[in-house]
């Protein structure tokens, strides 16, 4: 049975502190990413989530990359 993809809200990700995203970082296993600006950041996070079959969401909107 596969489980059910989250729905990641970039709205979400660009609301939360530095100190969150990196956290959610590291709990995603990213690592070398302590010298990175926010938005960087977020790419990263949203690159992953892609690339593990996450779904992303902006605006109702399904981002595809």
């Known amino acids: ?10 709205r979400v990700l660009r609301e939360k502190s ?5 956290k959610m970082a590291g709990d995603n296993n990213l690592h070398n990413i302590t010298r990175v600006s926010k938005q960087e950041l977020i790419f990263a996070l949203m690159k992953h989530f892609a690339c593990s079959n996450e779904k992303m969401f902006r605006n109702m909107s399904l981002l595809l990359f």
Do not use: D, G, M, Y
């Open 1 to 10: 049975v596969a489980t059910p993809a989250k729905k990641v809200h970039v």
């Open 18 to 22: 530095l100190n969150e995203l990196h």
